[in-house]
């Protein structure tokens, strides 16, 4: 039994997968209820723990106490140059985030075809994989990515530092109609937000289509399905991932999957020197 813990900056995350690589338990809590949460319920245990940790060396002090009752083998991940089939391009491969990474390696072995990756959460992640070829071996190439603010953090950064707009972000609505022209104060910020957003995807699909195949579209994280709804009323963005002939994944759990898949044997042993 695998527990995989994802903790972002805003949320911390977290799986236990069982022999057969399904989740058999799954839960969230914020950051700031780390010390309270308890990981698994008494019933079930965990012979090893993957955790990628973007939150800071405090909250890793906390994660540790929070895994002190089980007797597990403990990883903390860190991204390399290479690892289950995926190669990092980042100049210092280490200071990818680790939730980026892991989604890298989960979004790959989704599809093992070029993919851009949503990652949006506290902030949004952009990143592309190109698939490659070497000798008949296909593997995946991390070329790089952006780095946004997240929706809620464009919204309440507004906030912060002007003197008239409202310093709370607008109540993220799925359903909401994304208007360009946005007559009110919140609709407006809400508005930018998720344009800034969509046209950031949209030019890192056309970037990454014009250096291989159009690319498979999978989001995660708290706002996907957010980013979800804006893509669907958004002509520009949908029109292109539609002639991909595949719609756009929404993965639950990618950085999760991708921790599980760390953990596979097979890719641990060869994650340092061939591709697998
Ligand atoms: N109930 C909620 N509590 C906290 N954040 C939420 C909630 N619903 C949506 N969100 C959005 O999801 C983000 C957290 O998503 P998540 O992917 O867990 O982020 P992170 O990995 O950065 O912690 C928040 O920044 C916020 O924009
Ligand atoms: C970009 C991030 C802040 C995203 O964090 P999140 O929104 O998931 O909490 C995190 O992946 C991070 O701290 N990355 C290190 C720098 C980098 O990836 O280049």
């Known amino acids: 039994m695998v527990l995989t813990i994802d903790a972002g900056n805003t949320k911390t995350k977290w799986a236990l997968f069982d022999a057969s690589?399904?989740?058999?338990?799954?839960?969230?809590?914020?950051?700031?209820e780390i010390a309270t949460a308890k990981l698994l319920p008494d019933t079930l245990?965990?012979?090893?723990?993957?955790i990628s940790n973007v939150a800071g060396a405090q909250h890793a002090e906390q994660l540790q106490q929070s895994i002190t009752p089980y007797s597990a083998a403990i990883t903390w991940v860190t991204a390399s140059k290479q690892a289950a089939g995926v190669i990092n391009n980042y100049t210092t491969p280490t200071s990818?985030?680790?939730?980026?990474?892991?989604?890298?390696?989960a979004a790959w072995h989704l599809h093992h075809a070029t993919c851009v990756v949503v990652n949006a959460g506290t902030a949004t992640t952009i990143d592309a994989i190109i698939h490659r070829e070497d000798k008949g071996r296909s593997y995946g190439e991390f070329i790089g990515g952006m780095i946004l603010p997240g929706?809620?953090?464009?919204?309440?950064?507004?906030?912060?530092?002007?003197?008239?707009?409202p310093k709370t972000?607008?109540?993220?609505?799925?359903?909401?109609?994304?208007?360009?022209?946005?007559?009110?104060?919140?609709d407006a910020i809400f508005s930018g937000a998720i344009h800034a957003?969509?046209?950031?995807?949209?030019?890192?699909?056309?970037?990454?289509?014009q250096l291989s195949t159009m690319p498979k579209?999978?989001?995660?994280?708290?706002?996907?399905?957010?980013?979800?709804?804006?893509l669907l009323q958004q002509d520009s963005a949908y029109s292109m991932i539609q002639h991909?002939?595949?719609?756009?994944?929404?993965?639950?759990?990618?950085?999760?999957?991708?921790?599980?898949?760390?953990?596979?044997p097979v890719f641990n042993a060869t994650s340092q020197s061939t591709l697998s």
């Open 21 to 32: 690589g399904n989740i058999c338990h799954q839960d969230a809590c914020l950051n700031a």
């Open 45 to 50: 245990n965990c012979t090893q723990i993957m």
């Open 96 to 105: 990818l985030g680790t939730d980026r990474w892991a989604a890298l390696i």
């Open 151 to 165: 929706i809620d953090l464009m919204q309440t950064s507004l906030g912060t530092a002007t003197a008239q707009l």
């Open 169 to 186: 972000a607008a109540q993220l609505n799925q359903q909401a109609v994304i208007k360009p022209f946005a007559n009110t104060t919140s």
């Open 197 to 209: 957003t969509l046209g950031a995807i949209t030019q890192m699909l056309q970037a990454t289509e």
């Open 217 to 230: 579209l999978i989001i995660s994280g708290g706002n996907a399905g957010v980013i979800e709804q804006a």
């Open 244 to 264: 991909s002939q595949k719609t756009v994944t929404i993965a639950d759990n990618l950085v999760l999957q991708g921790l599980y898949l760390l953990a596979q």
